[in-house]
């Protein structure tokens, strides 16, 4: 544990130094670059028994702090090799669904998405800032949505425990799916309702 924990940061830290160097030496073709390097610590990861996202997560939180413009490039060049990436790992998990699993656990995840959802709207009362009485009202809108490392700890405890693991992730999965379908939906409400947008500004951009 020991070894995946301090070893993924440690190498996770040598991979930020590796990505700087290249943008400020080579400098051409990021999202590219980016996506091969991905892949590269996720198997050499796995060989050197390390998690692939303690890798990727100690990685970006090194450039974040270290030099804040270099990670926003970084963050534009993932949004732009984003979506290839995502669609195979969302046609993956959805090829890992069983229907008959998803019956199961489905009325468990959307109690589960229910009891999420009025903590967030409890909590965003109770400790949002008096300053602004927009946050109270409509802070818990803008976080209802769940996706990205959450899917990597589902597949994690898929392999980890295989006994149980699957129908865990079969129930995270099921989670994400309301969250994603739901959380969109009421951030733009979030945005109209505070006046951070107009009616035509959300329309056009829908």
């Given amino acids: 544990v020991g070894w995946e924990l301090f070893g993924s940061v440690a190498v ?3 991979l930020a130094m590796v990505m700087l ?3 400020r030496g080579v400098n051409r073709e990021l999202p ?4 091969g390097l991905t892949f590269a610590a996720a198997e050499g990861g796995a060989r050197l028994h390390l998690s692939p996202l303690l890798v990727s997560l100690a990685a970006g939180a090194l450039i974040a702090n270290l030099d804040e413009r270099e990670g926003r490039r970084i963050h534009l060049a993932i949004q732009q090799a984003g979506l290839p990436v995502f669609a195979l790992f969302f046609a993956a998990a959805g090829a890992g669904l069983k229907l008959d699993a998803l019956v199961t656990v489905g009325p468990a995840a959307m109690l589960l998405v229910a009891l999420r959802a009025l903590a967030i709207w409890a909590a965003c009362r109770r ?3 008096t300053e602004d009485p927009r946050l109270k009202r409509y802070l818990w809108m803008g976080l209802i949505s769940q996706a990205g490392v959450t899917f990597g700890l589902a597949a994690l405890v898929s392999r980890t425990f295989p006994s149980f693991g699957p129908q865990v992730e079969v129930l995270i999965i099921a989670m994400i799916t309301a969250h994603e379908l739901v959380g ?3 951030t733009r409400r979030a945005l109209l309702g505070s006046g951070e947008i107009r009616a035509e500004e959300a329309g056009g951009g829908a």
């Fill in 12 to 14: 996770g830290c040598l």
């Fill in 21 to 23: 160097l290249y943008m």
């Fill in 32 to 35: 590219l670059f980016l996506v």
């Fill in 127 to 129: 400790f949002a800032p």
């Fill in 184 to 186: 969109p939906v009421l």
